[in-house]
């Protein structure tokens, strides 16, 4: 059943930083929207109401959490599309050079 789960073969080596950076991306959008999903849902049991605006800039509230949650998902969604970038132009860079001297 294990390996219907996960079907890499974990005996050639141990897990490292690699794997838990391959979809770390999808691992954050899941995570930030299950915890919105939480806070909104929250909010609204308690409160009645999804999303009051009044609310963004009162540090502590519901509001103020998930705006923060959606501001730095897009902090590091440019954070990651920036690093992307460069690596990509080096890796360019280098591929190229190589290719001209020879």
């Known amino acids: 059943m ?9 005996k050639s080596r141990s897990p ?3 794997d838990l950076r391959k979809n770390f991306n999808k691992r954050i959008n899941l995570i930030i929207l299950g ?19 009044g609310d963004v800039f009162v540090p502590g509230t519901h ?3 998930i705006s923060f ?3 730095f998902r897009i902090f590091l969604y440019v954070i990651t599309f920036l690093f992307d970038k460069y690596h990509n132009k080096k890796h360019e860079r280098t591929y190229f050079a190589e ?4």
């Open 2 to 10: 294990l390996q219907k789960l996960f079907p890499r073969k974990l």
């Open 16 to 18: 490292d930083v690699s």
């Open 35 to 53: 915890l919105i999903i939480i806070l909104l849902s929250d909010e609204f049991i308690k409160e009645g109401y999804l999303f009051y605006w």
């Open 63 to 65: 509001e103020f959490i």
């Open 69 to 71: 949650l959606i501001l």
């Open 99 to 102: 290719d001209s001297e020879v």
